[in-house]
């Protein structure tokens, strides 16, 4: 469930945002969206399941252009930690701290949060309250 989880976060993160959509064209302020992002830390009600080593190699880069690419890894049967997948798509500041994503023909739009150099955007499903903390490297 965790991995699935963690699938499903990394897609709605990268939906999210607060940015600043004010534009009086003097300066151009970069979108806090845009860098590197590794996952950092997991959450379910406000509970904090350990991730395992490999899990935290997992990130998410935001490009300026509008793309993005996600990159998961997971332990194998030996053991050995192996890319588990990856996932290209586009993203949009929508405004208001929200995000729009769109990978394999589906749109998302989420809200993220961002407290210095980590982000963070939550999950409701079946009740439960899932956190996903990544930090900008």
């Not at 302020?29 to 080593?53: R, S």
């Not at 929508?94 to 210095?116: C, K, L, P, R, W």
């Amino acid at each position: 469930m965790k991995k699935l989880t963690l699938v499903f976060s990394l897609f709605s993160l990268i939906l999210f945002s607060c940015g600043n959509d004010d534009d009086n064209g003097d300066s151009i302020t970069q979108d806090p969206f845009i860098a590197t992002w590794q996952y950092y830390k997991y959450f379910e009600d406000g509970t904090e399941i350990v991730l395992e080593d490999c899990e935290t190699q997992s990130t998410f880069q935001v490009f300026e252009n509008g793309d993005f690419m996600s990159t998961f890894y997971e332990l194998d049967t030996n053991d050995d930690c192996q890319i588990e997948g990856t996932t290209n798509g586009t993203w949009e500041n929508v405004g208001n701290g929200f995000y729009s994503t769109t990978f394999d023909g589906e749109t998302v739009t989420s809200e993220v949060h961002f407290d210095g150099n980590t982000l963070y955007f939550e999950d409701v499903d079946g009740g439960i309250t899932y956190r996903d903390v990544y930090i900008k490297i």
